[in-house]
């Protein structure tokens, strides 16, 4: 996938500015993702978050939710957490809470109107460990309409072999999409955030 990790994209400016740990002081998920998003901007599309519950001097607990809902204008945002507390409603968000990562819990939450029908882009931002990732990715990639995005943020430089092998199987259970495993690096502070992005391109 092309891109630059020195762009500074619109969306850059937004995930820098609400916090959200796509941005250029973080992981800089954000020139990465214009690039992919850019031509959704004016679609109606449906966007599904598991997003961070953990607050720092450079990320908030609803950051990348309002990223969003500047970026995909048209875009109806929807978001999960772990932590009740942690939770971001606004005008244009609705948010709901997944405490335990177990496969009965996830498909639960499938059950709820607003998350019955299916997406178009589904992220895991706040899914802390690869164990919990995968059990979230095997239940919720279904939930992706075709030619829709999955992005598997945060995961960690140690756990490469494990990640890659994990697609390996993911290919023979999920033959129809395409994976993408991407190290970003961030010149401004040094660090280097692996992402795995999906592209379902058939059921």
Request: contains cysteine; negative net charge.
């Amino acid at each position: 996938m092309e891109y630059s990790p020195t762009d500074y994209t619109n969306l850059c400016a937004i995930t820098t500015y609400y916090k959200s740990n796509k941005g250029k002081d973080v992981n800089n998920y954000s020139p990465l993702y214009n690039n992919i998003l850019e031509a959704y901007r004016q679609h109606e599309i449906r966007i599904l978050e598991f997003d961070t519950s953990v607050e720092t001097e450079n990320v908030k607990p609803g950051g990348s939710l309002q990223s969003w809902s500047l970026f995909l204008e048209k875009a109806t945002i929807l978001g999960l957490y772990q932590d009740e507390r942690a939770k971001f409603e606004n005008e244009k968000v609705r948010s709901f809470v997944c405490e335990n990562i177990t496969e009965a819990d996830i498909m639960k939450l499938w059950e709820i109107p607003e998350l019955e029908a299916d997406f178009d882009i589904i992220v895991d931002n706040g899914i802390e460990n690869f164990r919990d990732k995968a059990i979230f990715f095997k239940r919720a990639l279904p939930k992706l309409n075709v030619q829709g995005f999955y992005f598997m943020e945060n995961l960690k430089l140690d756990d490469m072999n494990a990640i890659e092998l994990q697609i390996s199987d993911w290919k023979e259970y999920f033959p129809g999409c395409e994976y993408f495993l991407e190290v970003v690096e961030n010149p401004l502070n040094g660090n280097k955030s692996p992402v795995l992005i999906v592209q379902k391109l058939s059921e």
